[in-house]
Each structure stands twice: as C-alpha cells, then as structure tokens.
C-alpha cells in the first residue's frame, strides 16, 4: 500500500503531462479560437509529381507600407490532385475587426522553386468577409 501511494503522485503528473502534450489537445486548447477553411486548387491539366509542398497562411494585410503579419500558417506535401482542403486555425483574442486578413496560397517544388501562387486577395473574417476561402492559384513561369 505504500508504495501505491507514493507512486501514485508521480502516474498522477505523468498522465497530467501527457495530456497536455498531446498533439490533438494542441497549443490553444481551451481558449476560443476561430477556423478559416481554406480550398486550394489550380486550372492547369496536370497532375504535380510527388514531394511538392502546399503553403497557406492567414495574413494581416491591414498596414499599406509594412509587409504582413503571419497570423496562422498550414503546410503540406501534396498527394494527388486538387482541390487541397486546409483549416487554419486563430485565436480570436488575435483578431482586431479594425484589421484586413486576407489567406493566401503557394505551391513550390521539391527543390523549392515557386511552381503556383495566389494572384488575388482572399478577404476573411472582418468586414463583412467570411471564414471561408476558395483560391485559385496561378502558374508561375
């Protein structure tokens, strides 16, 4: 019985931290967050070789002269063709309804030369924008 007790404080913090740590509980479990669902497609007739790589990222683009600010980002490597779904996911302490976001999408090679991007803003989450967005990328030559 002892040693049951005195075991049992250090199983207890074990099963504690592996809670915490688990990848489905993710960093912002328990705080309010919103999800911008994302589809990725291009209208080229062809099928991508394996081990190229689909970025998407929620951008604040509210400031005219300052690059913009990375909010949430999602990266995959592509298997088969599109559409490519993505969910990203924001902490909604994060979003000013004053700002501008705006998700934009690339493909890139498995060397890491740009093959696809996005040649138009996509408006989510403020002013009247949806958390939803559907991309159609652009070849890059």
Known sequence: MRRFLTALPLALAVALASCAATPEAGADAGVDTTQVAVSVLYRERTML???????VRLEDVSLADAPARVMAE??????????????LTVRNGDIDPRHTYAVRAEIRDPAGALRFT?????SVLTQGSSNRAD???VGVR
């Open 135 to 137: 991309i159609v990328l």
């Open 49 to 55: 070789p394996p081990g190229h790589r689909l970025t």
């Open 118 to 122: 996005t040649d138009t803003r996509h």
């Open 74 to 87: 999602a990266g995959e490597t592509l298997d088969g063709g599109p559409p490519y779904n993505v969910t």
